[in-house]
């Protein structure tokens, strides 16, 4: 018999289970809330809301609710949010699964807001002329593998390298 046969195959277990035994059941549903909530933001107050505001706690209150504290960076955004407070209830409720939402307060949160992910960078085509460069930059190294990782660390620069903005500084 081949000693593999003999190693024991590792079981593949879900992480919740230890991460309620390590923070607590009730702690750890409100992390995946607060979580799910602020992955839902943009959706439940819209674009120019959610760069301004953002989601900070959910404190458990009487009956069994919860109140959302939401951060704001000016007084303005905390107006919208009291006059919101009904349909981002609902959308909570959508959007989060948040069933218990009770109350929704503010807080003054100076550079609060969730930025909107930027698009990936555009890879352009690297020339043979160029490739051949960086070749020859890395000639000289006798590692192998180092030399091959350089090379491709270096053509990766070249590809994802942005031309537009060091024109337009210079």
Known sequence: MSPRNKRSRSTLQGIHANLAKILGEESLDALISLARLRRAWPHIVGTMMSTRTEPLQLQPIENDGLCLWVGVDHSIMAQQIRFLRDDIRKACFKHAGLTNL????????????IQPSKAAPQRRKVSFHEMRILALNVASIKDRPLRKAMFQAQLAQLAYD???NDQATT
């Open 102 to 113: 009770h109350r929704i307060s503010t807080r003054m949160h100076p550079g609060s807001g």
């Open 162 to 164: 942005d031309h537009e």
